[in-house]
């Protein structure tokens, strides 16, 4: 019995963590790579007039999941062109929420709000 429950055990860690963890891995290399040869090709705004679309869906699917939960909209932004001399500057949209803190519904929506979009 102990060796099945170690055996079934592995298998999850293996099918839900080591797996999604090295496809995941790879997803960002890959993405961090075309990203750099689009800058090296075209220059810096090409990466953002090539995604713009991308980007917009995305923000706006942030939006879409504050509101749902009920939280306050106090800015929003679904394209804008980071200040290239500015190293920390690398947003590229926007949502800026408040929620009640003290609300379980609203504190529980921040896990959709942040991954939604990502899905």
Same mark, same amino acid.
């Given at each position: 019995?102990?060796?099945?429950?170690?055996?079934?055990?592995?298998?999850?860690?293996?099918?839900?963590? $080591? $797996?999604? =963890?090295?496809?995941?891995?790879?997803?960002?290399?890959?993405?961090?790579?075309?990203?750099?040869?689009?800058?090296?090709?075209?220059?810096?705004h090409?990466?953002?007039?090539?995604?713009?679309?991308? @980007?917009? $869906?995305?923000?706006?699917?942030?939006?879409?999941?504050?509101?749902?939960? =009920?939280?306050?909209?106090? =800015?929003?932004?679904p394209?804008? @062109?980071?200040?290239?001399?500015?190293?920390?500057?690398?947003?590229?949209?926007?949502?800026?929420?408040?929620?009640?803190?003290?609300?379980f519904?609203?504190?529980? =929506?921040?896990?959709?709000?942040?991954?939604?979009?990502?899905?």
């Amino acid at each position: 019995m102990g060796q099945t429950l170690l055996t079934t055990y592995g298998q999850l860690v293996l099918y839900l963590v $080591i $797996i999604p =963890g090295l496809l995941g891995s790879a997803l960002v290399v890959v993405n961090h790579n075309t990203k750099q040869q689009i800058v090296n090709l075209f220059g810096f705004h090409a990466q953002i007039f090539g995604g713009c679309l991308g @980007i917009i $869906i995305h923000e706006f699917s942030h939006l879409i999941m504050a509101v749902i939960f =009920g939280h306050k909209i106090t =800015g929003f932004r679904p394209l804008r @062109i980071p200040n290239q001399n500015d190293p920390t500057d690398l947003s590229l949209g926007y949502v800026n929420h408040t929620w009640d803190q003290h609300r379980f519904y609203q504190q529980f =929506g921040n896990l959709f709000i942040g991954s939604f979009p990502n899905c």
